[in-house]
T-cell receptor, first 115, second 112 residues
Framework: DSGVTQTPKHLITATGQRVTLRCSPR?????VYWYQQSLDQGLQFLIQ???????AKGNILERFSAQQFPDLHSELNLSSLELGDSALYFC??????????????FGPGTRLTVL | AQSVTQPDIHITVSEGASLELRCNYS??????LFWYVQSPGQGLQLLLK??????LVQGIKGFEAEFKRSQSSFNLRQPSVHWSDAAEYFC??????????FGQGTKLTINP
C-alpha cells in the first residue's frame, strides 16, 4: 500500500458525459501528479500540482482539467468524454515538487470505461 | 525531448532463472532513473531508483539495476525469478521534479 488513495476504482459512463476522479496523496506529500495509461499511448503524464498550484502540464486535453485543494487532495475532471478516453488513470504523490530527488508513489488507479 | 526505450515487449523465463530487462534512455542531463512494477489490476510499485553515486543500485524483492552512462542504459536484473514476479515492468526517467517519462513496459511471464 503506497498510501495514495484514488476513488472510484471503476467508472463506466457514456460518451459526452463528465466525470470526476479523486486522489488523496500520502500524508505529508505536497505534489500530486496525474497519469493516463492506455493500450495505444502507454503511460503518459497529464498534469502536476504542487501545494495547490499547477506546476507542470503534459499531454492533457483541453477537455480535461484538474485542481488541488487546500487539504492537498486532487480531482481530475474529464468532460465531453469520448471512447478514446477509456483508460486507467493514476494519481501519484511526492514530498516535493521542486527537486529532482522526487520519488513518486502511485495510487491503485481509476479504470474509466466510456461506452 | 527525453525518451525511454524498453526493447522487449514480452519476456518469458522459467522460475529460478536469472532475468535482465533492458532500458535505454535519451536525456541531455544527469538522469534520475526508476524501475516500477505493475501487477495485474494493481498500481505501480517502485522497485528501485538511481539519482547519483554508486551505479549499481539495490531494490526491493532482490532486484538490482546498473546505470551505465556510456550506454545510456539502466538494466534491471533479478538473479532468480519467482512466480510472483510475473508482472509488467516499467523503466522511467525523471525530468526535473515534474514528470516521469515511462518506457513502453516489458511484460514478464514465468514458466513453472
Amino acid at each position: 500500500d503506497s498510501g495514495v488513495t484514488q476513488t472510484p476504482k471503476h467508472l463506466i459512463t457514456a460518451t459526452g458525459q463528465r466525470v470526476t476522479l479523486r486522489c488523496s496523496p500520502r500524508s505529508g506529500d505536497l505534489s500530486v501528479y496525474w497519469y493516463q495509461q492506455s493500450l495505444d499511448q502507454g503511460l503518459q503524464f497529464l498534469i502536476q500540482y504542487y501545494n495547490g498550484e499547477e506546476r507542470a502540464k503534459g499531454n492533457i486535453l483541453e477537455r480535461f482539467s484538474a485542481q488541488q485543494f487546500p487539504d492537498l487532495h486532487s480531482e481530475l475532471n474529464l468532460s465531453s468524454l469520448e471512447l478514446g478516453d477509456s483508460a486507467l488513470y493514476f494519481c501519484a504523490s511526492s514530498q516535493s515538487g521542486t527537486s529532482g530527488h522526487n520519488e513518486q508513489f502511485f495510487g491503485p488507479g481509476t479504470r474509466l470505461t466510456v461506452l | 525531448a527525453q525518451s525511454v526505450t524498453q526493447p522487449d515487449i514480452h519476456i518469458t523465463v522459467s522460475e529460478g532463472a536469472s532475468l535482465e530487462l533492458r532500458c535505454n534512455y535519451s536525456y541531455g542531463a544527469t538522469p534520475y532513473l526508476f524501475w516500477y512494477v505493475q501487477s495485474p489490476g494493481q498500481g505501480l510499485q517502485l522497485l528501485l531508483k538511481y539519482f547519483s553515486g554508486d551505479t549499481l543500485v539495490q531494490g526491493i524483492k532482490g532486484f538490482e539495476a546498473e546505470f551505465k552512462r556510456s550506454q545510456s542504459s539502466f538494466n534491471l536484473r533479478q538473479p532468480s525469478v519467482h512466480w510472483s514476479d510475473a508482472a509488467e515492468y516499467f523503466c522511467a526517467v525523471a525530468r526535473g521534479a515534474h514528470k516521469l517519462v515511462f518506457g513502453q513496459g516489458t511484460k514478464l511471464t514465468i514458466n513453472p
